[in-house]
């Protein structure tokens, strides 16, 4: 009996077939190389390749992807040909790109959910703040109790596009590597600006994601002072969690920069400085601290968040990853250049059934 390994191998060597042939590689070619890859990556490989190989394979990979039909094309449809899904190892490198300038899309801190379909799903959700239990004798009947409410949270995929990046023609037959690496750098930049800020002010409602700060409960906490909280203000927008949710491994602070250097310079009640370092990590009350650029400093704003960002579901759909080429685009052919285009489809709401509070804001003084 052939071994997984033997089996993808046979699956990659058909797919690599068709990108080879001659002619024109249509769009039935392409949903046929798509299923034999989806086919192959579900088979465990026995041996894992190498950095180097995985690095060569990767570069290979996105540059079949380019090589598609050399037309002009218009803006992206779902009826648009033109527009290549990003081969899985540049979406997993792609992926980590954005992890890097946003906080919330890091499945360290939140929920990340990756689906192959961008059809809206639905996420179970339970109030479990009032469910117990209790001693019954036998051949007695429970007395009738009132049950946790069950509820669910809807996630669809907005479509976040980028702005076009220019390559001239010869970086990409001449440098696989240099035109990989450059267009993973800034399509994680410009997809993590535009998603990253949505993930903290979106206003949700059907229109944008829910941002974690516009779903965030109130602590009850406004700092006396319109500049910065203090010590006993951080405690008690801490103790305003419940620790259920504060014994989460992905509890945690997020707060821009600015609002960070202020906390860096707080001290507690004996003078010692607030922060400390566990595993390479800065800590504040014990529980890691998150940056965004997108969060507000202002008087009167919502200036930090608090509690379990595991509760945030973040939702990034693989098949949604595509890149558009324009190869013949006015303006760009006359300098024998392309224009590329990244799209990313993602959604994200907060798991807070009937007034749950995994998370909670501080309100600097006006």
């Known amino acids: 009996m052939s071994s997984n390994k033997e ?7 058909q797919a690599n077939q068709l990108v080879n042939k001659p002619g024109l590689f ?38 079949r992807y380019m090589k598609g039909e050399k037309r002009t094309y218009t803006p992206m449809s779902d009826g648009v040909e033109g527009g ?4 899985q190892q540049f979406y997993k490198t792609l992926l980590t790109g954005i992890a890097q300038y946003t906080e919330l899309m890091n499945p360290a801190n939140v929920n990340l959910i990756t689906s192959d379909k961008g059809g809206a799903i639905k996420l179970p959700q339970i109030d479990l703040s009032t469910i117990t239990s209790a001693i019954v004798a036998d051949n007695v ?9 069950l509820s669910s949270l809807l996630l669809n995929a907005f479509t976040y596009r980028t702005n076009p990046v220019a390559a001239q023609l010869n970086l990409e037959q001449d440098s696989a590597e240099s035109i990989t690496d450059i267009l993973t750098k800034a399509f994680s930049v410009a997809l993590a600006r535009g998603i990253g800020s949505d993930l903290v002010n979106g206003v949700g409602a059907g229109t944008a994601p829910q941002g974690i700060l516009t779903a965030a409960a109130n602590s009850g906490v406004t700092s006396a002072v319109s500049t910065n909280f203090s010590f006993s203000e951080l405690e008690l927008i801490y103790f305003s969690v419940n620790r259920a949710y504060r014994v989460s491994p992905k ?14 310079s707080l001290v507690d009640a004996s003078g010692r400085i607030l922060l400390n370092v566990v595993d390479d990590e800065e800590r504040l009350l014990g529980k890691k601290i998150l940056i965004s650029p997108d969060m507000p400093t202002a008087p009167g704003s919502k200036a930090i968040l608090f509690g379990d960002f595991g509760q945030y579901q973040v939702r990034v759909i693989r098949d949604g990853a595509t890149v558009l080429r324009k190869s013949e685009a006015a303006g760009f052919v006359e300098k024998y250049a392309a224009l590329y285009l990244g799209f990313l489809r993602v959604d994200a709401g907060l798991n807070a059934p009937n007034g749950a509070k995994p998370v909670v804001y501080g309100t600097l003084h006006v």
């Open 141 to 149: 009947d429970a007395p009738p109790v009132a049950n946790p409410a």
């Open 26 to 63: 249509t769009k039935e070619d392409r949903a046929k190389f798509e299923s034999l890859m989806s086919l192959a990556d579900a088979l465990k490989v026995e041996t894992e390749p190498s950095v180097e190989q995985r690095s060569a394979e990767e570069r290979e990979a996105f540059m």
């Open 251 to 264: 509890c945690a602070w997020l707060m821009n920069d600015a609002t960070y250097k202020q906390v860096r």
């Open 84 to 87: 290549f899904i990003v081969p």
């Open 7 to 13: 089996k993808r191998t046979a699956l990659i060597a």
